[in-house]
């Protein structure tokens, strides 16, 4: 009888898969790239897993938060990791399905203080928190004291609104902002899975787009 380890394909296997599917050159790229994805919830969480499945090199994980049952209609999360750490839980729940991602995380609350440290390795940030407060300071902190980095924040993606409002949008050279930039939690019913994740797949393939050097103009 086979077990699970007999059903995990052998790394070769996996990265000739990744090849033939976005071919040898950019493929490299993408498994060179570091990127921290800064919040763990309805958008961090549908970043990472876009960004796993497409064999990106190493994510490092940034959140505070613990699962709650609240969570689960729109990140990616299980029931059976209620009260787990967003971190952990979502470390296991992506090398299911890429079990050759190098992670790092940080349970901690990124601030002004700590940012630069916890960032410093990576080539590319996802802004993905809930707190305006925490996303301005997070952009504006990477845009004028790590400007060789690319960032990639959201703004608006709350309610039932066309998805075709998702847009996103080159602030600056190294800038970029996805979502409809008008919608907010409070307006309405609040965030809706399938909404946040649009916002999220955005954002995930603009951090493509950008190791493809796919410039928007």
């Not at 802004?127 to 300071?137: G, T, Y």
Request: overall charge negative; charged content about 25%; aromatic content about 6%.
């Amino acid at each position: 009888m086979w077990g699970v380890a007999d059903m995990i394909p052998k790394k070769e296997e996996w990265m000739k898969a990744l090849n033939d599917r976005h071919g040898t050159i950019f493929q490299k790229k993408i498994s060179s790239t570091t990127v921290a994805v800064c919040g763990l919830g309805g958008l961090g969480s549908n970043i990472a897993t876009a960004l796993a499945r497409a064999g990106i090199g190493k994510l490092i994980l940034i959140d505070f938060d613990k699962v709650d049952i609240t969570n689960l209609h729109r990140q990616q999360y299980k029931a059976n990791q209620i009260g787990m750490s967003k971190t952990e839980a979502l470390t296991c729940n992506l090398k299911e399905i890429n079990p050759y991602l190098e992670t790092k995380i940080h349970t901690i609350c990124l601030d002004e203080n700590n940012a630069k440290d916890i960032l410093s390795d990576a080539d590319i940030i996802c802004e993905a928190f809930d707190n305006a407060e925490c996303k301005a300071m997070l952009t504006n902190l990477v845009l004028s004291e790590m400007p060789e980095k690319y960032i990639v924040a959201a703004s608006g993606m709350a309610g039932l609104e066309s998805s075709n409002t998702i847009k996103t949008r080159k602030v600056s050279k190294r800038f970029y902002l996805c979502g409809d930039e008008v919608s907010d939690v409070s307006d309405g019913i609040g965030l809706v899975s399938s909404r946040v994740m649009l916002c999220a797949a955005h954002q995930a393939h603009t951090v493509l787009r950008i190791i493809a050097e796919e410039y928007q103009v």
